[in-house]
């Protein structure tokens, strides 16, 4: 059974962001019947808004570890307040990822470690090199941090190899697991890989996921639920009805009859 049995968003609020959007207009009774839930829609519906509010209300803990005050949730923070949940656990056992946190976790442990590297080239020759590399470690939180929980540079990893990394390390117990577009760091090969580790996952621990994607792929996931929002509503439907999965399978059968323009 799902943790999070049901959601809505109660306010008659229409205005201004992120009032205006479809994802809080039309987030009535969304149940959740299934561990897997995709949420659907077109760019500007809100989906990410709507999955960061539930994150921010949960406090679930993200990538870096830092405070959701300090991240900019402008808008969950807003509507918190409107949020009604139907759920059973004790406290927001789980993780939030958010693609564009991870790339911006592994940019800035780059930048910081290049600019670290910089700050102590003056001490080359009077200091040992081994001394010197241990003083790095030790001023570069974030990246003497990945290394303790990630095991690994994941540097060294390709962009999706990072991620399903992190992805292993975090997902290993019972919890509530918010994906914000995942696709985003995965190529289609990675995002089988994906969910062959969600089933995985769930063969072991009683968990749930919600996952805002644009990846018809993702969305075939046996037994998920599905709801796709439009600017006129938010409902539960299949996967042969999502836009998203008809246009791509439509293109895939006949592409020369999409880009015939083009030539």
Same mark, same amino acid.
């Given at each position: 059974?799902?943790?999070?049995?049901?959601?809505?968003?109660?306010?008659?609020?229409?205005?201004?962001?992120?009032?205006? #959007? &479809?994802?809080?207009?039309?987030?009535?009774? !969304?149940?959740?019947?299934?561990?897997?839930? %995709?949420?659907?829609? $077109?760019? @500007?519906?809100?989906?990410?808004?709507?999955?960061?509010?539930?994150?921010?209300?949960?406090?679930?803990?993200?990538?870096?570890?830092?405070?959701?005050?300090?991240?900019?949730?402008?808008?969950?923070?807003?509507? #918190? &307040?409107?949020?009604?949940?139907?759920?059973? !656990?004790?406290?927001?056992?789980?993780?939030? %990822?958010?693609?564009? $946190?991870? @790339?911006?976790?592994?940019?800035?442990?780059?930048?910081?470690?290049?600019?670290?590297?910089?700050?102590?080239?003056?001490?080359?020759?009077?200091?040992?090199?081994?001394?010197?590399?241990?003083?790095?470690?030790?001023?570069?939180?974030?990246?003497?941090?990945m290394r303790k929980n990630y095991g690994q540079k994941l540097q060294a990893f390709s962009h999706g190899e990072a991620y399903l990394q992190i992805m292993h390390e975090k997902i290993n117990q019972r919890g509530i697991y918010l994906l914000d577009e995942p696709e985003a760091a995965l190529s289609p090969s990675k995002q089988l890989s994906l969910m062959y580790f969600i089933h995985e996952h769930l063969q072991n621990h009683v968990s749930q996921f919600i996952i805002v994607t644009h990846a018809p792929m993702l969305m075939a996931y046996p037994?998920?639920?599905?709801?796709?929002?439009?600017?006129?509503?938010?409902?539960?439907?299949?996967?042969?009805?999502?836009?998203?999965?008809?246009?791509?399978?439509?293109?895939?059968?006949?592409?020369?009859?999409?880009?015939?323009?083009?030539?």
């Amino acid at each position: 059974m799902p943790y999070i049995s049901s959601l809505n968003i109660q306010t008659d609020r229409m205005k201004p962001f992120p009032f205006d #959007v &479809p994802s809080i207009q039309f987030a009535k009774n !969304i149940q959740f019947p299934s561990p897997v839930t %995709f949420i659907i829609g $077109d760019n @500007g519906t809100g989906k990410s808004t709507l999955l960061e509010t539930l994150a921010y209300r949960l406090q679930l803990p993200h990538i870096d570890g830092s405070s959701y005050h300090k991240r900019g949730f402008t808008a969950a923070k807003l509507l #918190v &307040p409107f949020l009604e949940l139907d759920w059973d !656990i004790e406290r927001g056992v789980g993780f939030f %990822f958010r693609a564009e $946190d991870f @790339g911006d976790f592994i940019n800035s442990i780059e930048r910081q470690d290049a600019k670290l590297h910089d700050d102590l080239n003056s001490l080359h020759g009077e200091v040992p090199d081994q001394i010197i590399k241990k003083m790095k470690e030790s001023a570069n939180y974030q990246l003497h941090h990945m290394r303790k929980n990630y095991g690994q540079k994941l540097q060294a990893f390709s962009h999706g190899e990072a991620y399903l990394q992190i992805m292993h390390e975090k997902i290993n117990q019972r919890g509530i697991y918010l994906l914000d577009e995942p696709e985003a760091a995965l190529s289609p090969s990675k995002q089988l890989s994906l969910m062959y580790f969600i089933h995985e996952h769930l063969q072991n621990h009683v968990s749930q996921f919600i996952i805002v994607t644009h990846a018809p792929m993702l969305m075939a996931y046996p037994g998920a639920t599905l709801y796709e929002i439009t600017k006129n509503n938010m409902s539960q439907v299949a996967l042969e009805d999502v836009e998203h999965y008809s246009i791509t399978k439509s293109f895939l059968n006949n592409p020369e009859a999409y880009l015939r323009f083009l030539k």
